[in-house]
């Protein structure tokens, strides 16, 4: 009752204060947000303004200026419209992007196979596939994209601690935008249909000027340059960095899993999900598009690591001075509404209940993820069944970030930047 009480006075006091937002520089008290309702109450409410503040360290160390980072709302609508119109898959393009991934991850002479960290595989599977298979990348793709992982990762770390690292980040990101230069000259898509990074910053170009003009942005924000508006990393950065993660964590546990638990543990029993998975598998890649995963086991995988897993772990927006940080990663275990096995990887969970009013993965309202509905959820399907049809991990090495996993078998993965670093796991090609 205490809790149901105190829930309505933080709601209405947040009611009276998330009002417009305004700038505000001076005081900047930091509110974590873990209860789902005032979760649910600042997205709703909160405008593009209040996103672009707390991610203006983005912009500084990527050097972009796309919806998360830039707060003409016009310009947002218009980004937003390019990706749904470039999202629209039909059977073929779902096909075509499947077979993309299935070569990709059949490509030994370029991912290998073996002795391998694993992290850096998958993130240059996704990277290759997202590349050629939405962006109209060249199918050579991934022989010039061999360090861009490793960049971006360095970029994001360095830019915990910006001014420190200044100099390091700047001559990353050249190198990174280079490469990415390269790599689009190298492999120009003759392929049909519309080239979404063209798209892009062509509108980003429309809004140059009104961009500029924008009033509230005379203090505390930087004008972005064309460049920043041009780079593709304004498109790669929300639709990779979001997707690796997925992949990787499905991995983790599916494959991985296995290997750290004491085999006669009788948690293992519980893993059900995988009974049927071969099976689910061979069925969604005979049609893989949205309307096959929405009745296939994948979707419930993809669901359940989404919610142990968020890829945005937190949803951060500043308004009137205050910092919101929304904790979508412990409203996503918290075990009053996801029940005492709330750690656990479950995906069997999605199919009894309806979870949704407690399930933001992709945040909720008008500044929700623009590939939330079909997009994304089946490309990571895809990635998650190319890999398990076409590679098996056979064995892990032990080292002491995987220690702790062998004694408890519930423990969530660790779900930050460097958790996996040194995973190193013998990776074999299945010869079917
Ligand atoms: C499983 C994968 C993904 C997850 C978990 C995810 C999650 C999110 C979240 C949480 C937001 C809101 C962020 C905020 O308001 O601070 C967001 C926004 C957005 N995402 Fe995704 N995303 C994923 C994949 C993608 C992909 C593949 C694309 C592009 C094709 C994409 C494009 C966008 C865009 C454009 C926005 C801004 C939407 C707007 O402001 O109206 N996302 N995403
Ligand atoms: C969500 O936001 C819209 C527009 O800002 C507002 O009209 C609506 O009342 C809000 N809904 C909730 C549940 O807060
Ligand atoms: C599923 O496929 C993998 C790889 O081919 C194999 O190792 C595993 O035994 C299969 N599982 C079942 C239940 O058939
Ligand atoms: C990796 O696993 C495969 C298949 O079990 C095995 O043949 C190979 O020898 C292993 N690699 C190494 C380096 O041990
Ligand atoms: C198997 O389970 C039993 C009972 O839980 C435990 O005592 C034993 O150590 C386990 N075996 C291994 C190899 O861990």
Request: charged share 25%.
């Amino acid at each position: 009752m205490f809790v149901i009480i105190s829930s309505l006075v933080i709601l209405l006091l947040l009611t009276i204060f998330y009002k417009k937002c305004t700038l505000h520089y001076s005081s900047s008290q930091i509110f974590l947000i873990t209860n789902i309702d005032e979760a649910r109450k600042i997205l709703n409410d909160s405008d593009i303004l209040s996103r672009a503040i707390p991610n203006q360290g983005l912009k500084k160390a990527f050097q972009i200026s796309n919806p998360f980072t830039n707060p003409n709302e016009n310009y947002r609508k218009e980004f937003v419209k390019v990706i749904h119109k470039t999202i629209n898959f039909d059977n073929n393009k779902w096909q075509r992007f499947a077979n993309i991934a299935l070569e990709t991850v059949k490509n030994e002479k370029v991912f290998k196979t073996g002795f391998i960290e694993l992290v850096p595989w998958v993130q240059k599977i996704t990277l290759s596939i997202i590349l050629r298979g939405y962006l109209g990348f060249a199918a050579n793709v991934y022989e010039v994209i061999d360090d861009i992982p490793k960049l971006i990762n360095d970029i994001w770390l360095k830019s915990k601690q910006y001014d420190k690292n200044q100099k390091s980040i700047q001559q990353s990101i050249s190198l990174l935008k280079n490469k990415l230069y390269r790599a689009a000259l190298m492999s120009q898509s003759k392929d049909e249909g519309i080239n979404v990074i063209q798209e892009i910053s062509k509108i980003a170009h429309k809004h140059l000027n009104d961009i500029q003009e924008l009033p509230q942005l005379t203090s505390g924000f930087i004008n972005p340059t064309e460049d920043e508006l041009e780079t593709p990393l304004n498109i790669i950065i929300p639709a990779y960095e979001t997707m690796w993660r997925v992949l990787l964590y499905a991995i983790l546990e599916i494959k991985v899993r296995e290997f750290l638990i004491v085999k006669n543990n009788s948690k293992m029993k519980k893993n059900n999900h995988l009974k049927d998975l071969n099976n689910s598998i061979d069925n969604f890649l005979k049609n893989p598009t949205y309307s096959t995963l929405k009745t296939n086991s994948l979707n419930l995988i993809v669901k359940e690591t989404l919610r142990l897993y968020p890829a945005t772990r937190r949803i951060h927006r500043t308004c009137n001075g205050r910092k919101y940080m929304i904790d979508v990663e412990k409203i996503h275990r918290d075990p009053t509404t996801w029940g005492d096995d709330s750690l656990c990887f479950k995906p069997e969970r999605f199919e009894k209940s309806d979870t949704s009013s407690w399930y933001i993965p992709f945040s909720v309202g008008k500044m929700k993820c623009a590939a939330s509905e079909k997009f994304a959820p089946t490309v990571a399907a895809i990635l998650i069944a190319a890999v398990l049809s076409s590679v098996d991990i056979v064995d892990v090495v032990d080292n002491e970030a995987i220690n702790k996993y062998r004694k408890n078998p519930d423990l969530p993965f660790e779900n930050h930047r460097l958790a996996f670093d040194k995973m190193i796991v013998n990776l074999t090609t299945l010869s079917k």
